[in-house]
C-alpha cells in the first residue's frame, strides 16, 4: 500500500521560505528513484496545478508561476521529497499535495496547508 504523508506547511511572512517534506512508504528503496513524483497546490476554488515535478528520467519541470523560487529535489534512500520554496508571496497561499505515478496509479498525501500573510 503506496503512502504519502507531506508535512512543513504553515503560517510564513511574504518573501519568507518554508520547505515541505512528502514521506513515501510502499515503494521498495531500489526502485523509488525510477518513478515520477511531483508538487501540487490547490487554493481555494481553483483546480489543482502541478508546480514541480521530476520526471522518470531523473529531469525537473517547474510551473511558471515558480521557477526561480521553488526546488524540487528527493532523498532516494529516505524516500522523501522535498519543495524548497522561497521568496513565498500570498498568490502561493494553497494546500500543497504530493503525488507519485507508481505503476500506472496515481497516489496523493493529504495535503499541508501553507498560508502567506503579513
Known amino acids: 500500500q503506496v503512502q504519502l504523508v507531506e508535512s512543513g506547511g504553515g503560517l510564513v511572512q511574504p518573501g519568507g521560505s518554508l520547505r515541505l517534506s512528502c514521506a513515501v512508504s510502499g515503494i521498495p528503496r531500489i526502485v523509488f528513484n525510477r518513478y515520477s513524483m511531483g508538487w501540487y497546490r490547490q487554493a481555494p476554488g481553483k483546480q489543482r496545478e502541478l508546480i514541480a515535478a521530476f520526471t522518470s528520467v531523473g529531469s525537473t519541470n517547474y510551473a511558471d508561476s515558480v521557477k526561480g523560487r521553488f526546488t524540487i529535489s528527493r532523498d532516494n534512500a529516505e524516500r522523501t521529497v522535498f519543495l524548497q520554496m522561497n521568496s513565498l508571496n500570498p498568490e502561493d497561499t494553497s494546500v500543497y499535495y504530493c503525488?507519485?505515478?507508481?505503476?500506472?496509479?496515481?497516489?496523493w498525501g493529504q495535503g499541508t496547508q501553507v498560508t502567506v500573510s503579513s
Open positions: 503525488n507519485v505515478l507508481f505503476r500506472n496509479d496515481n497516489y
